[in-house]
């Protein structure tokens, strides 16, 4: 998403451009007591706590077509066994726990660092792991098994893609700028797209040991033409997940989604 951008092929006139890698819950929690960066990835879960300081940008997020996180075990477990379980989850705020909230409203819970998930349920320490990231394609290879695809059962519940994470920018940046801004994001998305094989390569240095092909296949599933936009489903989907979210009691508050771009 942020080739174009980072390697300044994309350059907004009056603008420079800083990209600074960070896991997500970290972002998550950076732009709620913060509002630490101008332009920001967040978990969709994190949108209602933020919402008064930042909008949602209208491209740049990652949306499951039928799949998304996923709970893991080493042991085959029937949907009411893992109920009763102890899952690793990658953070409070991430869309994963969203998620796992609506589908088990009582699962005990504990949170760990997205990328020791893995290796954690492994070492016994929990009985099951909900896995974001590459981990969703590596885990067979670790011996586990999937218990349950939440992409999968939200798309059963509503017949829409599941939205996991997106961008935010900051409203005091004034409309002006957060129009520019989102649509620099945009242009580096199409960049990225136009000039996949270039943009793998630098995607690669943050990759976690995953092979190029395993990488490209994951890209495939999170950065397409729903980064570029959303549309009316995507759109749709994110609204009814947070204000499912807020009827179930997992978000506190109602929740206002508008977008910039």
Same mark, same amino acid.
């Given at each position: 998403?942020?080739?174009?951008?980072?390697?300044?092929?994309?350059?907004?006139?009056?603008?420079?451009?800083? =990209?600074?890698?960070?896991? &997500?819950?970290?972002?998550?929690?950076?732009?709620?007591?913060?509002?630490?960066?101008?332009?920001?990835?967040?978990?969709?879960?994190?949108?209602?706590?933020?919402?008064?300081?930042?909008?949602?940008?209208?491209?740049?997020?990652?949306?499951?077509?039928?799949?998304?996180?996923?709970?893991?075990?080493?042991?085959?477990?029937?949907?009411?066994?893992?109920? +009763?379980?102890?899952?690793?989850?990658?953070?409070?705020?991430?869309?994963?726990?969203?998620?796992?909230?609506?589908?088990?409203?009582?699962?005990?819970?504990?949170?760990?660092?997205?990328?020791? &998930?893995?290796?954690?349920?492994?070492?016994?320490?929990?009985?099951?792991?909900? &896995?974001?990231?590459?981990?969703?394609?590596?885990?067979?290879?670790?011996?586990?098994?999937?218990?349950?695809?939440?992409?999968?059962?939200?798309?059963?519940?509503?017949?829409?893609?599941?939205?996991?994470?997106? %961008?935010?920018?900051?409203?005091?940046?004034?409309?002006?700028?957060?129009? &520019?801004?989102?649509?620099?994001? +945009?242009?580096?998305?199409? =960049?990225?797209?136009?000039?996949?094989?270039?943009?793998?390569?630098?995607?690669?240095?943050?990759?976690?040991?995953?092979?190029?092909?395993?990488?490209?296949?994951?890209?495939?599933?999170?950065? %397409?033409?729903?980064?570029?936009?959303?549309?009316?489903?995507? +759109?749709?989907?994110? $609204?009814?997940?947070?204000?499912?979210? =807020?009827? +179930?009691?997992?978000?506190? =508050?109602?929740? $206002?989604?508008?977008?910039?771009?």
């Amino acid at each position: 998403m942020f080739y174009g951008l980072a390697t300044n092929k994309i350059r907004v006139p009056g603008f420079k451009f800083t =990209h600074t890698l960070t896991d &997500i819950e970290t972002l998550n929690q950076k732009a709620i007591h913060e509002q630490f960066y101008d332009v920001t990835a967040i978990s969709f879960h994190a949108y209602p706590y933020l919402q008064d300081n930042y909008a949602l940008m209208a491209c740049g997020g990652s949306v499951g077509e039928g799949y998304g996180p996923m709970i893991v075990a080493p042991k085959a477990y029937t949907l009411d066994e893992i109920k +009763r379980e102890k899952i690793a989850i990658p953070g409070t705020l991430t869309t994963a726990n969203l998620a796992l909230k609506l589908f088990a409203p009582e699962i005990e819970t504990a949170i760990v660092p997205f990328d020791r &998930i893995i290796p954690e349920v492994l070492a016994g320490n929990y009985a099951a792991g909900l &896995i974001i990231h590459e981990g969703q394609l590596t885990y067979a290879q670790e011996g586990l098994k999937k218990i349950l695809d939440l992409g999968i059962w939200w798309r059963d519940l509503t017949g829409l893609p599941l939205p996991l994470g997106g %961008n935010a920018i900051r409203r005091s940046l004034g409309e002006k700028t957060m129009q &520019i801004c989102t649509q620099a994001l +945009r242009e580096s998305i199409q =960049h990225g797209l136009d000039h996949r094989e270039a943009a793998l390569a630098y995607a690669m240095q943050f990759a976690r040991d995953l092979d190029e092909n395993l990488a490209n296949k994951f890209v495939g599933m999170y950065v %397409n033409e729903r980064t570029l936009s959303y549309g009316d489903d995507g +759109r749709e989907a994110i $609204k009814k997940l947070l204000e499912m979210g =807020h009827e +179930r009691g997992v978000i506190p =508050h109602p929740v $206002k989604v508008d977008f910039v771009g």
